[in-house]
């Protein structure tokens, strides 16, 4: 089994690092 890599998202409070990180993880197939 290969093991996904680590995405960090990083950023200041309020900039839309959530929004970032589900539709990445949905373009990914991750969710």
Same mark, same amino acid.
């Given at each position: 089994?290969? #093991? *996904?890599? *680590?995405? /960090? /998202?990083? &950023?200041? *409070?309020?900039? &839309? @690092?959530?929004?970032? &990180?589900?539709?990445? *993880? @949905? #373009?990914? &197939?991750? /969710?």
């Amino acid at each position: 089994m290969r #093991s *996904a890599p *680590a995405i /960090v /998202v990083m &950023g200041v *409070a309020g900039c &839309g @690092k959530t929004v970032v &990180g589900e539709a990445l *993880a @949905k #373009s990914l &197939g991750a /969710v």
